[in-house]
Every structure is written in structure tokens, then in C-alpha cells.
């Protein structure tokens, strides 16, 4: 069995993106911006649970989160 993600579609990209980044320019607290951005990821990829990890020097993590956020559930969108 073989996965294929549906082509994303490069305007709905850009506004995504644009999305993520004017969330995250309204505050640098990742508990206020979690839920708004996965709401936003999940219009071009379909997931179950989000994870981010901050990183300081390039290597070093310094806070992480990951928890399964409500919304529609991978399998659905690939029936």
C-alpha cells in the first residue's frame, strides 16, 4: 500500500503561510499561536497531533510541545 499526498495548491500555500506568519509575529508565546497555527497547517496537511521544538545555538532544545489538537483525523481525509 502506497501513500500519496494530494498536490497542494501553491495560492492555498501562500495564504497558509502567510497565516503562520502573522501568527507568530503577534506574540512570541507558543501556548497563545499552537491551536491557531495547527488550525492553519491542517488546511494543507492533514495530521493528528503537532509537535514544535524551539531550538537556541542551532542545537541546543529549549522547550517543546506536542499534543494531539481537535480537528478532523488523518485517516479521514485519505478515504
Do not use: Y
Not at 39 to 64: C, E, H, Q
Request: glycine content about 4%; aromatic content about 4%; some cysteine.
Amino acid at each position: 500500500m502506497t501513500l500519496a499526498a494530494p498536490p497542494i495548491d501553491a495560492q492555498l500555500l501562500a495564504g497558509v503561510l502567510s497565516e503562520i506568519a502573522e501568527t507568530a509575529s503577534e506574540t512570541l508565546e507558543l501556548q497563545d499561536v499552537f491551536d491557531r497555527v495547527a488550525t492553519s497547517v491542517r488546511r494543507i496537511i492533514p495530521f493528528d497531533n503537532m509537535g514544535v521544538v524551539r531550538l537556541v545555538d542551532d542545537a541546543r532544545a529549549v522547550s517543546t510541545e506536542h499534543r494531539p489538537v481537535p480537528g478532523p483525523v488523518c485517516a479521514e481525509r485519505f478515504r
